[in-house]
């Protein structure tokens, strides 16, 4: 599979603000289009001279739902923050806000534009209706790959840096982008719960028929949980809110997490022990593979 940094950049964004190469790159900022085809508008020279380095495509005649269009190269500036209305609060419930730039940015926020140490891109859509699924994990498996090159970044939204517009919004599926990220701004952990500290084999549960499964805790859904509902049972998540489980994907044995209130009788298993080992192990080499996140021992 091709890397989005090495695709071609069909719609090349009208504004390129000069060479990136001084600057160290310490946040990916995420935005909402509010609109469709958003490559081609931000390649014909938009009003307040924005300009991202990538866009999330929903589907159109001219592109796919998720797909990831390269518009300026990563080492160009974009102009996607106006450097002249940097926020100095946060809303009233913390979500978005200063503290999370400052969290990314710590000594160059907030008299360096942000602009010079980012990476932006622009979701095609709407911030009141959040990305599509698609969108959500192109979103993320592009954060993956950025994240693999750029060490210190962590996720941001557009109203982490002002305060004018709800870009990129609070949806349900916009917070699942984020969390399968690893989080936003200040709540970002390099951790995420694919695997806990909790392992514990030989234990079992029942699982509630038609709960979701989660890739990771308050990320996206990959399925339901179907018969048989008894699953092995490896711990919960950091809050307590989820639980890890045994599962199957395409057939294939593997962990997921289902919201704890989903799981009850959690029992020691009868002999012999039907423990997840296997499950984990395999959960372990796709995570690896996919480079999505990193796996706690």
Known sequence: MTRFVDQAIPYPAAKDYGSRSKWPTLAVVWHMGEGKNVAQYLSRDPLRGVSVHYTVEQETDHWQDGEVVRCLPEDRISGSINPRT??????????????????????????????????????????????????????????????????????????DWQEVKACPGRTAGMKAAFAA?????????????????????????????????????????????????????????????????????DGKRRTAWVRAKAVSDIRTAPFPSLDCTDAVAAERERIATAVLAVIRD
């Open 86 to 159: 940097i926020r100095r609060g946060d809303d009233p419930d913390g979500y978005y806000g200063a503290s999370h730039a400052k969290a990314a940015l710590g000594s160059w926020w907030p008299e360096t534009s942000p602009n010079c140490l980012v990476i932006s891109v622009e979701v095609a859509g709407f911030a009141k209706d959040g990305p599509t699924e698609a969108q959500q994990r192109s979103m993320v498996a592009l954060w993956d790959e950025l994240k693999a090159r750029y060490s210190k970044v962590i996720p941001l939204g557009h109203r």
């Open 181 to 249: 990220m690893g989080g936003h701004g200040a709540s970002y952990s390099e951790v995420r719960d694919v695997s806990t500290r909790d392992y514990a084999s030989g234990r079992i549960c029942t699982a509630r028929d038609g709960s979701k499964l989660f890739d990771y805790p308050g990320g996206l859904s990959i399925g339901t949980v179907d018969p048989p509902r008894e699953r092995d049972y490896l711990g919960v998540d950091r809050s307590g809110e989820y639980a890890l489980v045994s599962s199957e994907l």
